[in-house]
């Protein structure tokens, strides 16, 4: 099964790119993705999804294809962008999954907008960044490809077939560096737990224990702010595990759909 790649015109203006497969009878699920990523990231994970899921693959504002506004880049900004994602699909609820710092939309979504998330996980997604250096913080256009390919290449826990590092690398030089700054700097801002106690959606957290970036403490402080969440963990697997082990991933989502945990429905 191919996605078919679309745009969609948000009530704030917005034009966004999108990705979309399966069933439309299926279960809705959203893939949000990290900073300077696309939904073409989510491609070897598409392809192991079933039919019965009915897949959706935002790239969010500034990234991929989408409309690049010159504000507008905070965790909020994004959760209302999703918001009317949903909206203009007539999609009433859904699950949805983030993927690294694409997380801190998902969960915040799942905690403000809770009559609206099935369902949340959350893949290589940290807690808080906080404590971490902004590598994002100078970056000025034209971006460096030197400082993508180095970047990329240090968040992947095993070495990467030539052709995907490539199209991911490029996927990145599509942000400009206004992107890339003040999404970075709002989620080195984002504050942990903050409203994480909110969440009521059943929540399935999947770290990879070859996660060069995240820790396991940090996983653990994540599970528990997030009451009831499920955390598992995979040996030998990186921080970008839905790209590297996709069908180990596809097999997660379908398994908590199936068990009844993750369920969601469309107007």
């Known amino acids: 099964m191919k996605p078919i790649a679309k745009q969609v ?3 704030n203006g917005l034009h966004l790119s999108y990705a979309e497969q399966g069933a439309n009878s299926g279960t809705p699920i959203i893939l949000l993705h990290g900073i300077a990523d696309s939904w073409r990231i989510f491609e070897p994970l598409l392809a192991e999804l079933p039919e019965s899921v009915h897949a959706y693959a935002l790239s969010q504002r500034g990234h991929g294809d989408s409309d690049r506004p010159a504000t507008g880049y905070r965790t909020r900004d994004f959760v209302e962008d999703l918001r009317l994602f949903m909206d203009a699909l007539r999609i ?4 949805i999954v983030g993927a690294s710092s694409g997380g801190f939309a998902a969960r915040s979504f799942a905690a403000t907008h809770p009559e609206r998330t099935a369902g949340l996980i959350l893949l290589g997604s940290p807690a808080s960044l906080a404590a971490r250096p902004n590598l994002f913080a100078e970056l000025k256009d034209p971006i460096d490809p030197g400082f993508v390919k180095s970047f990329s290449e ?34 080195f801002e984002e504050p942990f737990p903050g409203e994480l106690a909110k969440i009521q959606a059943p929540t399935l957290i999947v770290w990879g224990e070859e996660d060069p970036i995240i820790t396991k403490a940090d996983q653990l402080a994540l599970a528990e702010a997030i009451k009831g969440s499920k955390l598992i963990a995979y040996p030998g697997s990186g921080h970008m595990l839905y790209w590297e082990e996709p069908a180990l991933i596809a097999r997660d989502i379908v398994a908590c759909i199936n068990d009844g945990q993750l369920t969601s429905d469309k107007n």
């Open 154 to 187: 240090r968040v992947l826990s095993r070495a990467a077939p030539a052709e995907g590092l490539a199209s991911m690398i490029a996927e990145n030089l599509k942000a400009p560096a206004h992107v890339w700054v003040e999404t970075g700097n709002g989620l």
């Open 9 to 11: 015109e948000l009530a």
């Open 92 to 95: 009433q609820k859904a699950i």
